[in-house]
C-alpha cells in the first residue's frame, strides 16, 4: 500500500480575509492583486491553487508558486 503526501502551501492565508498579492506572470512580470475572501485552497496534479472571491462564480485562483509576496489582511 502506497499513500499520497499532500503538499503544503507556502503562503498561508485566513479564511473570509482580503489579501493584496503580488503574483509573478509567465513573462516574469510582476502584479499586485487585491483579492477578497480567501477560500481555501486545493492540492491538484499542477500543484497547490489558492482559492479567493466572494461568490463561486467570480473565484478566482492563484498557484502557490506564483506568489511572490502577501499583504494582508486589508
Same mark, same amino acid.
Given at each position: 500500500?502506497? /499513500? &499520497?503526501? +499532500?503538499? +503544503?502551501?507556502?503562503?498561508?492565508?485566513?479564511?473570509?480575509?482580503?489579501? %493584496? +498579492?503580488? *503574483? +509573478?506572470?509567465?513573462?516574469?512580470? =510582476?502584479?499586485?492583486?487585491? %483579492?477578497?475572501?480567501?477560500?481555501?485552497? %486545493?492540492?491538484?496534479?499542477?500543484? *497547490? =491553487?489558492?482559492?479567493?472571491?466572494?461568490?463561486?462564480?467570480?473565484?478566482?485562483? !492563484?498557484?502557490?508558486?506564483? *506568489? &511572490?509576496? /502577501? !499583504?494582508?489582511? *486589508?
Amino acid at each position: 500500500m502506497t /499513500t &499520497k503526501t +499532500v503538499p +503544503v502551501p507556502r503562503y498561508r492565508f485566513e479564511r473570509d480575509t482580503r489579501y %493584496l +498579492v503580488t *503574483i +509573478v506572470d509567465d513573462d516574469g512580470g =510582476r502584479a499586485d492583486h487585491r %483579492l477578497d475572501a480567501y477560500q481555501g485552497w %486545493l492540492a491538484g496534479p499542477d500543484g *497547490i =491553487r489558492h482559492r479567493f472571491g466572494a461568490h463561486r462564480r467570480a473565484r478566482t485562483e !492563484v498557484r502557490d508558486d506564483r *506568489i &511572490k509576496a /502577501t !499583504v494582508g489582511p *486589508i
